[in-house]
């Protein structure tokens, strides 16, 4: 008996149109999987967070956050501002006194000597003839002391001499407010005393504070100084 849907005997396994025979699986895709949506879950592990922005980071003790500035050292203290020529005169004058009583020792101990020493002779209204000296040697000598003193304490760490230490201000460095050294303290008091023996330059140096910005002497600006209040005098 023939089978009707095949048209064959023996009624193999049906054939469908356009099947061309036996029926077979598909073969497997190899193209790859869609992404997934956005937003959705992966199994990877999670996205590191973005870095905080510069400047953010807390400051840990005793350094700074990021693009801040340092604390202030010792020499530059918070409200710190430019001695004003009152305050620079009063701290000359007590040094003055210490050097002037060096200056009256050393006159004593040199006055037999005729070193250096230059001589006047004035005759007075009643006859009265008056014999004055002038040591120079004593100046120099002088000046030589007062050139170590200024370099040893200007230029130590606390950078005052007694009169400064007395009214409270401080020799810095015009750029860092810092400690100048023994080396500039030491060329700042040479600048000042050779401008002491020649009177006029002195006089301005003296009072050139009274309209400079920084209140610098001429022997400030040669050295590259400045003269600061501090919070506490001595």
């Given at each position: 008996m023939d089978d009707d849907v095949t048209g064959e005997s023996g009624g193999g396994p049906p054939s469908y149109p356009g099947g061309g025979?036996?029926?077979?699986?598909?073969?497997?895709?190899?193209?790859?999987?869609?992404?997934?949506?956005?937003?959705?879950?992966?199994?990877?592990?999670?996205?590191?967070?973005?870095?905080?922005?510069?400047?953010?980071?807390?400051?840990?003790?005793?350094?700074?956050?990021?693009?801040?500035?340092p604390p202030p050292g010792p020499f530059a203290a918070p409200g710190s501002g430019y001695a004003n020529w009152g305050i620079r005169l009063g701290g000359w004058l007590i040094d003055f006194a210490i050097f002037f009583v060096v200056q009256i020792v050393l006159g004593g101990l040199f006055r037999h000597s005729n070193t250096l020493t230059i001589h006047f002779t004035n005759t007075m209204s009643n006859g009265t003839v008056r014999h004055t000296r002038f040591d120079i040697l004593v100046l120099f000598i002088t000046a030589l002391i007062a050139i170590v003193y200024a370099t040893v304490l200007v230029g130590g760490p606390r950078g005052q001499t007694v009169g400064m230490m007395a009214v409270g201000i401080r020799a810095v460095g015009d750029g860092n407010h810092g400690p100048i050294g023994y080396g500039r303290a030491f060329w700042r008091s040479v600048v000042e005393q050779v401008f002491r023996f020649t009177v006029i330059v002195w006089i301005i140096d003296m009072l050139f504070p009274l309209w400079d910005g920084k209140r610098q002497t001429l022997h400030d600006k040669v050295v590259g100084t400045v003269v600061l209040r501090v919070r506490n005098a001595g």
């Open positions: 025979g036996s029926a077979s699986p598909a073969p497997p895709s190899s193209a790859p999987p869609p992404p997934p949506p956005f937003g959705a879950p992966t199994s990877g592990p999670p996205p590191m967070p973005p870095p905080p922005p510069p400047g953010s980071y807390p400051a840990s003790a005793g350094y700074p956050a990021p693009g801040g500035f």
